[in-house]
């Protein structure tokens, strides 16, 4: 190897989490107990933006001795996690959504603020009068909040549009982040993330079936798009479970994943329509059944579990252990969004250990290779692997688990965001523990 052909060495952890190194594309039951975690380590990334060797600290030092690095990390004393992966958010909106914490806080439940013009349609009315590129700057600076929380890859939503033209808006604004962060991004197309003012539900499919997708297919087909994945909201009094295969049946015959809500606030069997379609995720699940949990395990669709609405919104959590016990492949998201305002995973780690009774090593792999393979993106990300992209989480901490034992404590913790080897975020205000 050409010593101009490296990026970055970060030498002397005490400690990198790999999560995995066997090529594993997502981790479940014993496996997400016992990561793979070397003492002492570094690891190198090249001009590529791969990683080119992970190992203990002196074997590295020997097999690059005399390499030239276009920028050396010096990790004494630190910790090393792969970039975290989101793996759940809608991030592009407009409208100031506070009051409506206030009034939950009061007692409100999620449906009444909903059914009483709130919620997802106060969003949506915002958004669709907001210019593109005011939800593009908010957008920014939201997907910067969530870098410096130590995430390198993150799952974006539409749905505050409801209709053609703000859901095209959505996802240019989605386009047009994905071209100027550094931040990975998994595109969704959710223009069933509720029945909006005036339409039926039957009326609400009919425009997403043949107006909806047929643009957005038209638009990614000529390259002017790029969406990855298809979302419903499957729930009572918003998609039916029919509606809800018709639409995700026409994402995937369009090539999308399918990636959608489900048995939230009701048990709707959502899990077991998604494993029958071969979904690689379902978010949600607080009201999954036991045939649910036994179907996704058999078809390995993903759990996305989101601790911060079964806290915000005072909800029994979802059975994280059942499915945990049942082989379940279980993801973690913030589920950002103006209802959950939480940019940090590993808030969301944090409380999944507490509402959900995770491990921390649990935690980790939801939150790193479990998240990745809910976007499809576990072949190059979310372990610390020889050929994965070079994203890390530099921790000042002693050993990982502070990242998530440390509540709300990120922002003192993180020393470096690193993604194909290049630093996006670096905060030298750091002070010792
Ligand atoms: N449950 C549906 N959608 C979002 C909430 C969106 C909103 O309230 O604006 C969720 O995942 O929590
Ligand atoms: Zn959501």
Redesign the pocket.
Known sequence: MSASSLRLLVKNAAQIALVCNNGEQYLTKDGMQSLAVVENASVVIGHDGRIKAVGPADVIASQFKGAKFDNVLDASGMCVVPGLVDAHT?PVWAGDRVHEFAMKLAGATYMEVHEAGG??HF?VAHTRSASEQDLVKSLKSRLERMMRAGTTMVECKSGYGLELDTEIKMLRVIDSARKSLPVGISATYCGA?AVPRGKTMEQATEDILTIQLPKIKTLITSGDLQVDNIDV?CEKGVFNVESTHTILQAGKDMGLNINF?GD?LHPMNSAQLGAELGALAI??LEEVTDDGIAAMAQAKTAAVL?PT?AYILRLTPPRARNMLDAGVIVALGS?F????YCCSMPMVMHLACVMMKLSMPEALAASTINAAYALNRSQTHGSIEVGKQGDLVIVNAPRWEHLVYQFGGHQELIRYVIIRGEVVYENDKILSL
């Open positions: 809608h919620g997802i969003t993330h909201f809500h939230e978010s949600h989101l609405t589920d969004n103006p209802n959950a």
